[in-house]
């Protein structure tokens, strides 16, 4: 090979390597994914895209205005919230629900232009979370507004919130919404639930947490998320399902206990959009996990110690014995 032709391929590979790098993907399997915190004071909470979603709101609502003003000006987490709930989170889909549902978010959006307040909440909530966990780790949190499928979830190291589910006011119309719409749909002081929420799935992710692949091993990851920010905000985001479960337990966990062990959950976990649940909420996966956490929990002398094991389970099946959960 001539000098000049080994200095042309050289030259082409550092150029596709500072390219991927400012792209923020991956390069021969390198993440770029931004680095977590382990200092919640550094944390980045950004609601920028709530302001330009209002923005492109008031320019006319059609999705050319979404795709310009709200996408076309997105922050890094509403990109990736563009690309890991895609089928929901574009233009057109959102010109779509604001046209079918007027009432709803004209009333919403004093509520979400709180973010700022709620994301002084929310520090708040990191700062004390670091004190009990010296070495928790902190993601940048991302407000934004959704398709009214995902109130929350975490990639590339940051958590990716949807508002518009966390937005209702008292007076909040909701005619316009679906029967799962009325039951997630809460109020914007439950906001710093779900970003807590979705912080324990960063911890989970950090200690090591193995659920695997079975029903059991799933509801125990979203329980414990529920159960542990409990502990720190108050509440939990899955209140509706609890009112729903308390009185039918028992049925509950011998119906579930059949199962557990599979790898079908799509008729306890993310089956929203199940037409033969009746009154039956979705989700109910969340309450049994919650449940187990929560003996688990009991039986502890060490609490600390215990919201630790909680966050860090390896194996599903023995973490269930060790509750000795069996309503």
């Known amino acids: 090979m001539k000098p000049s032709q080994l200095l042309l391929i050289t030259s082409a590979f550092f150029a596709m390597l500072v390219f991927t790098s400012c792209s923020g993907g991956s390069f021969l399997g390198i993440n770029f994914s931004p680095p977590l915190q382990n200092d919640p004071t550094k944390v980045s909470i950004v609601y920028t895209d709530i302001e330009n979603f209002w923005a492109a709101y008031d320019a006319g609502k059609q999705a050319s205005n979404f795709e310009q003003l709200y996408f076309g000006k997105a922050s890094s987490g509403l990109k990736e919230f563009a690309r890991v709930r895609s089928s929901s989170v574009n233009a057109t889909n959102i010109a779509a629900l604001v046209s079918r549902k007027p009432k709803y978010f004209a009333s ?8 700022a307040q709620i994301a002084a909440q929310v520090r708040d909530l990191f700062v004390k979370f670091k004190t009990m966990f010296p070495d928790a780790q902190f993601a940048d949190v991302y407000l934004m507004m959704g398709g009214m499928s995902t109130g929350g979830t975490i990639a590339n190291n940051s958590i990716l919130i949807g508002t518009e589910l966390f937005a209702r006011g008292a007076d909040t119309p909701t005619d316009e919404l679906t029967a799962w719409e009325k039951a997630v749909t809460q109020p914007i002081d439950d906001l710093p639930a779900i970003i807590c929420h979705e912080l324990i799935h960063i911890e989970q ?68 959009n199940d037409a033969s649940l009746g009154e039956r909420p979705a989700d109910i996966g969340y309450y049994i996990g919650y449940k187990i956490c929560e003996a ?32």
């Not at 919403?108 to 973010?115: D, F, G, Q, V």
């Not at 002398?301 to 099946?317: F, G, H, V, W, Y």
């Open 205 to 272: 992710e950090y200690l090591g947490m193995s659920y695997g692949n079975t029903l059991l091993g799933k509801a125990i990851q979203e329980g414990g998320a529920d159960f542990v920010s409990e502990l720190f905000v108050g509440k939990h985001i899955n209140q509706h399902i609890h009112e729903y479960c308390n009185s039918r337990q028992k049925e509950l966990w011998k119906e579930f206990s059949q199962v557990m062990n599979g790898t079908i959950i799509n008729k306890w976990l993310y089956n929203a």
């Open 108 to 115: 919403i959006r004093p509520n979400t232009m709180k973010a």
């Open 296 to 327: 688990y929990y009991a039986k502890a002398t060490n609490k600390q110690a215990a919201l630790r094991e909680i966050m860090s389970m390896k194996d599903p099946t023995a973490f269930l014995q060790a509750s000795g959960y069996n309503p």
